[in-house]
T-cell receptor, first 112, second 113 residues
Framework: GDSVTQMEGPVTLSEEAFLTINCTYT??????LFWYVQYPGEGLQLLLK?????DKGSNKGFEATYRKETTSFHLEKGSVQVSDSAVYFC???????????FGIGTKLQVIP | DGGITQSPKYLFRKEGQNVTLSCEQN?????MYWYRQDPGQGLRLIYY???????QKGDIAEGYSVSREKKESFPLTVTSAQKNPTAFYLC????????????FGPGTRLTVL
């Protein structure tokens, strides 16, 4: 079956540092890939998505590229802020209202 | 997402009681989902519904029940048969042009006393 693997963390960075959170997936075909962000006590917010190989999703300075050859969708940001502290979830979907498969989430802590 | 509401935000239940969590959406989306979130385990699917009056079990449906009588509403009942119900519950919706993309409500934290 489908699966998504990401580090649990926490990942601790200083403000303005470069961020990478790794995500790899196992799935047949061409699923859509997503990053969601969850702030403490809140629901998940869609951060970015990509629907086909080599697509780059971007939003709020975050980027991720759909790499079919390495089955990866790593999240990057050039300069993190304290306000980016949250839990980040990588996910995949086959569309058509089918279930979404989530990773376990990676907690990011950004210190001033 | 502003178009998805969950209530209450916090809910306390005594052992042996059934409780119902509300999820309402005004996005006119067809599909709705219930997830359970526990620390270190990500999100696990409880039930989902793709159309009114129809729903399917997810990966952890035991001890839960749902109904989908209206397109905008998908309540979740946590029954006394659920052995460890303390968790954060998230409602998701999908529809429109992107059937692969789910949007989430703010969540309900259920605590069993």
């Amino acid at each position: 079956g489908d699966s998504v693997t990401q580090m649990e963390g926490p990942v601790t960075l200083s403000e303005e540092a470069f961020l990478t959170i790794n995500c790899t997936y196992t799935a047949t075909g061409y699923p859509s890939l997503f990053w969601y962000v969850q702030y403490p006590g809140e629901g998940l917010q869609l951060l970015l998505k990509a629907t086909k190989a080599d697509d780059k999703g971007s939003n709020k300075g975050f980027e991720a590229t759909y790499r079919k050859e390495t089955t990866s969708f790593h999240l990057e940001k050039g300069s993190v802020q304290v306000s980016d502290s949250a839990v980040y979830f990588c996910a995949l979907s086959r569309g058509g209202y089918q279930k979404v498969t989530f990773g376990i989430g990676t907690k990011l802590q950004v210190i001033p | 997402d502003g178009g998805i509401t969950q209530s209450p935000k916090y809910l306390f239940r005594k052992e042996g009681q059934n409780v119902t969590l509300s999820c309402e959406q005004n996005l006119n989306h067809d599909a709705m989902y219930w997830y359970r979130q526990d620390p270190g385990q990500g999100l696990r699917l409880i039930y989902y519904s793709q159309i009114v009056n129809d729903f399917q079990k997810g990966d952890i449906a035991e001890g839960y029940s749902v109904s989908r009588e209206k397109k905008e509403s998908f309540p979740l009942t946590v029954t006394s048969a659920q052995k460890n119900p303390t968790a954060f519950y998230l409602c998701g919706v999908a529809g429109g042009e992107s059937t692969d993309t789910q949007y989430f409500g703010p969540g309900t934290r259920l605590t069993v006393l």
